[in-house]
């Protein structure tokens, strides 16, 4: 149990209207929930985007929900990812066999609750790397990597993140690195 708490209010966005379905990776400009298990290594749902991602998060308010199912990788690449942006919450994903799990990067009072992930690289796995990113909340996760230099979380130049009850094994590097975060 890892609690790093700086007394940031964080926004959760809760407008569920107009929830997709998702058969496929793509690019997320809506709220989504997959309603089947995507292959990464098949063709079909497994077209990645920008060639390395399942899902890209490019819109402010948005939501990836798992719905249970799983992503299934072939270890090179990447599932979700959420690229400056406000406000997306990434919940109840199973992500297997992934290089990276999930990726912050600029997406400022986001949240990833509730998902399973377990990477798999031959050198520099992250089960969630969140980078640049103010007030991330990190709850109620499951995080395995495996790999040389591997990392369950790895929070590189981030602010005012909220890391509480999740799981982390790593057999790289470390279970957690905090690298010019606070």
Request: a negative charge; proline letters at 0%.
């Amino acid at each position: 149990f890892l609690f790093i708490d700086t007394n940031a209010d964080l926004t959760i966005h809760t407008d569920f209207g107009g929830i997709a379905s998702a058969t496929e990776c793509g690019n997320v400009t809506t709220n989504i929930t997959l309603t089947q298990d995507i292959n990464l290594n098949v063709n079909g749902t497994g077209t990645m985007v920008n060639g390395s991602y399942c899902y890209f998060m490019n819109t402010s308010y948005t939501t990836v929900d798992g719905g249970g199912f799983i992503i299934t990788g072939n270890s090179s690449f990447f599932g979700v990812s959420a690229a400056n942006v406000t406000n997306v919450v990434i919940s109840n994903m199973t992500i297997v066999n992934t290089s990276m799990g999930v990726i912050l990067d600029g997406a400022n009072d986001s949240i990833v609750i509730n998902n399973t992930i377990n990477t798999s690289d031959s050198t520099d796995a992250s089960a969630i790397f969140v980078w640049n990113t103010w007030r991330a909340n990190v709850t109620q996760n499951t995080l395995n990597a495996s790999g040389t230099n591997s990392n369950a979380m790895l929070l590189q130049n981030s602010q005012n993140a909220n890391v509480t009850y999740n799981t982390m094994n790593s057999s790289g590097a470390a279970t957690l690195t905090l690298s010019t975060s606070h």
